[in-house]
C-alpha cells in the first residue's frame, strides 16, 4: 500500500526555519514529480512548490521563491521542503504529493498528483 508522510511541522517565529520531510513507504517517489502543497482554514489548497521526475527541476510559488527549497534524497526515498524567512501568512496544513507518470501540465494543480499525504501542521506567529 502507498503511504506519503509528512513531518517536521511545528510552530516558530516570523523569520524562523522549519525542514518538512516527504518520506514514503511501498511506493518509490526516487523518480516522481513530487508536490508540496499547503491549505490554510478557509482557503484552497495551493501548490507551493514541485520537483520534477525526470530532472529534479524545481518549481515554486511565487509567493515562497527565494524562501523555500525543495530536495530529493534518494537512497532515503524523501523529499524535503526547506522553509526560510517563515511569515504568518505560511501557516497551514502542508501535505505532500507524487503523481505516477513523468509528465505533467500543471505542477500546481491538485488533480495531476496520484498520491497525498495526510499533511503535517506548519504554525508561524508574528
Known amino acids: 500500500q502507498v503511504q506519503l508522510v509528512e513531518s517536521g511541522g511545528g510552530s516558530v517565529r516570523a523569520g524562523g526555519s522549519l525542514r518538512l520531510s516527504c518520506s514514503a513507504s511501498?511506493?518509490?517517489?526516487?523518480?516522481?514529480?513530487v508536490g508540496w502543497f499547503r491549505q490554510a482554514p478557509g482557503k484552497e489548497r495551493e501548490g507551493v512548490a514541485a520537483?520534477?521526475?525526470?530532472?529534479?527541476?524545481?518549481f515554486f510559488a511565487d509567493s515562497v521563491k527565494g524562501r523555500f527549497t525543495i530536495s530529493r534524497d534518494k537512497p532515503k526515498n524523501t523529499v524535503y521542503l526547506t522553509m526560510n524567512n517563515l511569515k504568518p501568512e505560511d501557516t497551514a496544513i502542508y501535505y505532500c504529493?507524487?503523481?505516477?507518470?513523468?509528465?505533467?501540465?500543471?505542477?500546481?494543480?491538485?488533480?495531476?498528483?496520484?498520491?497525498w499525504g495526510q499533511g503535517t501542521q506548519v504554525t508561524v506567529s508574528s
Open positions: 504529493a507524487a503523481r505516477e507518470v513523468p509528465y505533467f501540465s500543471r505542477w500546481y494543480g491538485t488533480s495531476e498528483y496520484d498520491w
Open positions: 511501498g511506493y518509490s517517489i526516487r523518480s516522481k514529480l
Open positions: 520537483i520534477t521526475a525526470t530532472d529534479d527541476s524545481t
